[in-house]
């Protein structure tokens, strides 16, 4: 894709979250147009503790296929995916469009090492968010990702989206159930974030970013927790562990 479209910058990432009982953790690497950025963020669910990290760069973070690493003083992450084809949409706008491929239930292994020193290894099951796009100046969007295990024990994931490459057919919109996917139905995210449809969200702990560089301003909020109830189109959730957003861009 080329670095614009008219007017419009191209906006790129990979974010990548594992999600589980223990421990919730997500890293990403942006792009806008020249600009870079990179984040993380690990929730430790027993000791109730979040540590995170933005940087105006991209120099922490190192992301490429099947793997993700962080460098960052004490902290640090290396992180092997096992990653396949993923979902693929592509959502136009009118005068832009954006594609995006979504993983779900990604088997993820590893370490990491947080503030203590200690390193703890990691199991689990990731989502991966791939997109590129040009969108409008002022974009603003909801999104709910997750894994968990259905009340009849197949495991599960999904990516729920309002506001960004959700028409209501070939959207990036996917619940996996048992490795198959499947396009979710328009949902309604909550303003809150605190439901989407007759999937509940219980926040835990939350990642907010705020900033002002002039020609990009952004409010983004993104809290860890739990989910219960019913994905959009079914099944009905044993255990769900992931997070919600709520993002208003100018850029």
Same mark, same amino acid.
């Given at each position: +894709?080329?670095?614009? *479209? ?17 421990? +919730? ?23 109730? @503790? ?5 940087? *105006?760069?991209? @120099? ?8 993700? +690493? ?6 640090? *992450? ?16 009118? &005068? ?26 990691? &199991? ?17 969007? @909801? ?5 968990? #295990? ?17 028409? =209501? ?5 996917? #619940?996996? #159930? ?16 605190? @439901?989407?449809?007759? *999937? ?31 994905? =959009? ?10 997070? +919600? ?7």
């Amino acid at each position: +894709m080329p670095a614009r *479209l008219g007017t419009r910058p191209l906006k790129a990432w990979r974010y990548i979250g594992v999600f589980g009982p223990e421990l +919730m953790l997500c890293v990403a690497a942006v792009r806008i147009g020249r600009a870079r950025q990179s984040f993380w963020a690990a929730w430790e669910r027993q000791g109730a @503790r979040l540590h995170e990290r933005t940087w *105006l760069n991209a @120099r922490g973070v190192r992301l490429s296929y099947g793997r993700a +690493m962080i460098s960052d003083g004490r902290a640090g *992450l290396d992180l092997t995916l096992q990653e396949g084809d993923g979902v693929e949409s592509i959502c136009a706008d009118g &005068t832009g469009y954006g594609w995006t491929r979504k993983q779900g239930g990604v088997r993820a292994t590893g370490t990491i090492v947080l503030a203590d020193g200690r390193p703890r290894p990691i &199991t689990g099951a990731a989502i991966i968010d791939d997109t590129a796009a040009y969108y409008r100046r002022h974009t603003q969007w @909801r999104w709910c990702a997750g894994v968990g #295990v259905a009340t009849d024990g197949r495991p599960v994931s999904w990516n729920l989206v309002e506001g960004v490459n959700d028409p =209501p057919r070939d959207s990036e919109r996917t #619940v996996w #159930v048992d490795g198959e996917a499947r396009e979710a139905p328009p949902v309604r995210i909550d303003p809150a974030l605190d @439901r989407v449809g007759d *999937l509940h969200f219980a926040a835990e702990a939350t990642r907010a970013h705020a900033q002002n560089l002039l020609l990009v301003r952004s409010r983004y909020r993104q809290p860890f927790g739990t989910f219960s109830g019913t994905l =959009p189109g079914g099944p009905a959730l044993a255990t769900g562990y992931g997070v +919600m957003e709520d993002h208003d861009v100018f850029w």
